[in-house]
């Protein structure tokens, strides 16, 4: 049993001894099916065929199944993402899902992505250029145009402590990760300060949260109950009960950008759905853990056949809470 702060992790591979030198909870590389740029594991029940799973037919957020619901991306077309969950979202949600996941393409990491070369729907404009705000000592702003492979970025992440859910505790404030990506981009520049995104903390738990019940429920089906829809519709005071840092520290991953799996959770006797998110894992960033949903006092049936299945330390339960809170926070 390795140990990642307050958190106890089961180690998948006990033949490794440095926890950043492994995915925690995850499954040996080749159980992982790569979908572009986006990895999942290929042990859990359903599985997209041809970069889909299988239709839902009701909101995935409201529970509607009257009028026109739309697929959705898990991870959002913006970053990558090209898995797909047909007739998973009602108009209403869709519109609220779009806002939050526009604000992280666009307004936090809008430069990261033209420098990428990530899926964009305004490519024309791209082409002329991605808008650069820099400010020189003792001046005002200024801003022109620069050509996506020269542009200046890093990626900024809102550290986390683990899921207030199971530790009791709420945060208000937050510090920020800054992920250097090609710091060779930024001489040019010399002194000037360089305008790189926009970091807020409720957007961006919205944007994991949906990421990680999407996950599930494309997987998993409606068998756990739901923790994360308010988180979600932005009616929740503090996303950081269900949403926290797992490892900041990682090293870089050379073939996937973003990983996402989903594992089981433990504590105080009751089982949760748990998501491991980590983007751009090909930069060395960090992981985030989500609290998707409970499942009482057994583990759900799907990770119980996963353990029965496969061979022996090819996957154990990876997290375990000590604190036996049992969803405090709920």
């Known amino acids: 049993m390795n140990s990642c702060g307050d958190l106890k992790l089961d180690h998948p591979h006990p033949e490794v001894q440095d926890t950043a030198a492994c995915a925690v909870g995850g499954l040996p590389e080749g159980r992982m099916r790569q979908l572009g740029e986006v990895a999942i594991p290929s042990a859990l029940c359903a599985e997209p065929k041809n970069g889909a799973f299988a239709p839902v037919g009701e909101c995935i957020y409201c529970g509607q199944t009257k009028g026109k619901l739309t697929t959705e991306h898990i991870l959002m077309y913006a970053l990558g993402g090209n898995i797909l969950l047909p007739k998973s979202s009602c108009e209403t949600c869709g519109k609220r899902t779009s806002k939050f996941e526009q604000f992280i393409a666009r307004d936090m990491w809008g430069m990261a992505r033209a420098a990428l070369k990530y899926p964009t729907r305004n490519k024309h404009r791209i082409a002329r250029g991605y808008p650069v705000i820099a400010q020189p000592k003792n001046t005002g702003a200024v801003k022109f145009l620069m050509p996506a492979d020269k542009l200046p970025f890093m990626l900024a992440f809102p550290e986390l402590p683990l899921p207030g859910f199971f530790t009791g505790q709420t945060i208000d404030t937050f510090s920020a990760k800054a992920v250097q990506c090609r710091p060779e981009r930024f001489k040019p520049f010399g002194n000037q300060r360089v305008y790189i995104g926009a970091l807020d903390l409720q957007i961006f ?17 409606s068998t756990f109950q739901p923790l994360l829809l308010d988180v979600i519709a932005g009616s929740r005071g503090s996303a950081s009960d269900f949403i926290g840092t797992l490892r900041p520290e990682l090293e870089a991953e050379d073939a996937t950008h973003h990983r996402m799996q989903l594992v089981p959770l433990e504590s105080g006797g009751q089982h949760y759905v748990g998501a491991l998110i980590r983007l751009f894992a090909h930069f060395g960033a960090p992981e985030y853990v989500v609290v998707v949903g409970g499942t009482g006092d057994k583990i759900h049936p799907v990770f119980a056949e996963n353990l029965r299945n496969l061979p022996p330390g090819a996957w154990r339960p990876p997290l375990f809470f000590p604190y036996g809170q049992g969803g405090g926070s709920a």
């Open 205 to 221: 738990s919205q944007f994991l949260a949906k990421t990680a019940h999407a996950l599930a429920r494309a997987q998993l089906g």
